[in-house]
């Protein structure tokens, strides 16, 4: 008698197959264009940045952080408990990383011109929200971790600045804010791919990453400090994109823009800026 998991064999050993070979491949074009691209990165002003957010975070520390620990207008306070929620990563990360697995098991051989173009962009930024987005709340877990700064909850018993290292407790994570940098990061991804709509984006992710303040989870000094972080490593992962040609063109001076043939599919001509528009994969 056969075993009762025999007929599904065939069908993982396909679906192995078929994901060695797409994570082998992919990994073989982003290695084969660091070593055929030249390393010529946008001019971002990173010290005028750094400078701000520094700035910034110490007046906030100095003059907000103990006048940020008060009892809130209960307006504030009940539209920030309902918007603070979309700062969780997992609302970004889980979809991007959902796309991607399925982008794994998709036969591109098989795909149309259409269909291989419109692929391809899902996946590329997939793989852009997750490394910007994802990288940036790794590294303020560990900088949480780090500085052990004492919550807003615990003012009262340890002020405002007091810092505990390596103490593994959420009630000693305040700084920087997890949520503010993963709103940071995805303000950044959506000012780097829709860059006309930035001041909408910008007003609204300043908006989710002060709820912090506004629900007594964090000090101004820690968004600040995490939505800044979360910014621009998300632009380091667009300006890497943009050196090996996935999603984004390279930008004097600036922030990367995005390709002319993100939004495009294939067949469609738009005028863009004076020009004609042909979609085509970047190689």
């Given at each position: 008698m056969k075993d009762a998991g025999a007929p599904s064999r065939p069908l993982l050993q396909r679906m192995f197959?078929?994901?060695?070979?797409?994570?082998?491949?992919?990994?073989?074009?982003?290695?084969?264009?660091?070593?055929?691209?030249?390393?010529?990165?946008?001019?971002?002003?990173?010290?005028?940045?750094?400078?701000?957010?520094?700035?910034?975070?110490?007046?906030?520390?100095?003059?907000?952080?103990?006048?940020?620990?008060?009892?809130?207008?209960?307006?504030?306070?009940?539209?920030?408990?309902?918007?603070?929620?979309?700062?969780?990563?997992?609302?970004?990360?889980?979809?991007?990383?959902?796309?991607?697995?399925?982008?794994?098991?998709?036969?591109?051989?098989?795909?149309?011109?259409?269909?291989?173009?419109?692929?391809?962009?899902?996946?590329?930024?997939?793989?852009?929200?997750?490394?910007?987005?994802?990288?940036?709340?790794?590294?303020?877990?560990v900088l949480k971790i780090l500085f052990g700064r004492a919550r807003p909850a615990l003012y009262e018993e340890y002020g405002a600045f007091s810092f505990h290292p390596f103490t593994v407790k959420a009630i000693f994570a305040s700084f920087p804010s997890g949520h503010a940098t993963t709103i940071g990061s995805v303000v950044a991804v959506l000012v780097l791919l829709f860059p006309r709509r930035k001041y909408w984006f910008l007003i609204i992710g300043l908006w989710l990453a002060a709820t912090r303040i506004f629900v007594g989870a964090h000090y101004p000094s820690d968004t600040i400090v995490g939505f800044g972080l979360g910014f621009g490593l998300a632009v380091v992962a667009a300006i890497v994109c943009a050196r090996l040609g996935f999603l984004f063109r390279s930008n004097p001076v600036g922030l990367p823009r995005p390709r002319r043939t993100l939004w495009r599919t294939p067949g469609s001509e738009r005028a863009s800026g004076g020009q004609i528009v042909h979609n085509k994969p970047a190689t």
């Open positions: 197959a078929r994901s060695r070979t797409n994570t082998v491949t992919t990994f073989a074009v982003i290695g084969r264009r660091f070593r055929q691209r030249p390393a010529q990165y946008d001019r971002i002003f990173w010290l005028s940045w750094t400078i701000g957010c520094v700035l910034l975070a110490g007046l906030a520390a100095i003059y907000l952080d103990r006048a940020s620990v008060r009892d809130w207008h209960p307006v504030f306070g009940a539209l920030a408990e309902m918007s603070t929620p979309l700062g969780l990563g997992e609302w970004y990360l889980w979809p991007a990383a959902a796309w991607v697995l399925v982008a794994n098991q998709i036969d591109w051989s098989r795909l149309g011109r259409k269909q291989l173009v419109a692929a391809y962009n899902r996946t590329s930024i997939a793989l852009f929200v997750l490394v910007a987005v994802g990288l940036p709340g790794l590294l303020t877990i």
